[in-house]
T-cell receptor, first 114, second 112 residues
Framework: ELKVEQNPLFLSMQEGKNYTIYCNYSTTSDRLYWYRQDPGKSLESLFVLLSNGAVKQEGRLMASLDTKARLSTLHITAAVHDLSATYFCAVDRRGGAAGNKLTFGGGTRVLVKP | EADIYQTPRYLVIGTGKKITLECSQTMGHDKMYWYQQDPGMELHLIHYSYGVNSTEKGDLSSESTVSRIRTEHFPLTLESARPSHTSQYLC???????????FGEGSRLTVL
């Protein structure tokens, strides 16, 4: 059974500083996704990581994937208040002929303070 | 931008009522999913479908049922709602391949 663990579960950030969110998963996979969820809203896709060593960047966010370590990181550079949200990683099990079944981590709630 | 719609967005009902949560997408995606999420918590897959007339149960056992008669439509039904069904239900779809899921806005259900 695939397990996906994120840490920390809660991250209080100061504006202007850098932080990292970690996502570990328990079985082999080479497809990992990062989503953002604002309170009361749905999930917004941030990054799709499809191979070992993949790195994607968008604005102050950068995500990477190490399939050998079964680890993905989401790095936040110079945090700003707009980045306050809950961030989820998800791993594709790709079981059977069809696949595309995502298992989500527990989420990291990020609060950026002035 | 993803075109996937859920109705109702909010629903408050009494115990024992039958409810149907609607989900429609206009992207022609074959694969559709229902996830259940308690506030601030992780998402749990409860149902999925890989095409018309194909439905499977997910990881989290659910008393709800689903149907897939048309590609664009994937409704979820609870025959007799209970307070334990109070949660947010998120519908998603993907065309497959890369497998990026696109989510609807969610249906927040409260059963009194």
């Amino acid at each position: 059974e695939l397990k996906v663990e994120q840490n920390p579960l809660f991250l209080s950030m100061q504006e202007g500083k850098n932080y990292t969110i970690y996502c570990n998963y328990s079985t082999t996979s080479d497809r990992l996704y990062w989503y953002r969820q604002d309170p009361g809203k749905s999930l917004e896709s941030l990054f799709v990581l499809l191979s070992n060593g993949a790195v994607k960047q968008e604005g102050r966010l950068m995500a990477s994937l190490d399939t050998k370590a079964r680890l993905s990181t989401l790095h936040i550079t110079a945090a700003v208040h707009d980045l306050s949200a809950t961030y989820f990683c998800a791993v594709d099990r790709r079981g059977g002929a069809a696949g595309n079944k995502l298992t989500f981590g527990g989420g990291t709630r990020v609060l950026v303070k002035p | 931008e993803a075109d996937i719609y859920q109705t109702p967005r909010y629903l408050v009902i009494g115990t024992g009522k039958k409810i149907t949560l609607e989900c429609s997408q206009t992207m022609g995606h074959d694969k559709m999913y229902w996830y259940q999420q308690d506030p601030g918590m992780e998402l749990h897959l409860i149902h999925y479908s890989y095409g018309v007339n194909s439905t499977e149960k997910g990881d989290l056992s659910s008393e709800s049922t689903v149907s897939r008669i048309r590609t664009e439509h994937f409704p979820l039904t609870l025959e007799s709602a209970r307070p334990s069904h109070t949660s947010q239900y998120l519908c998603a779809s993907t065309r497959g391949g890369v497998g990026e899921l696109f989510f609807g806005e969610g249906s927040r259900l409260t059963v009194l």
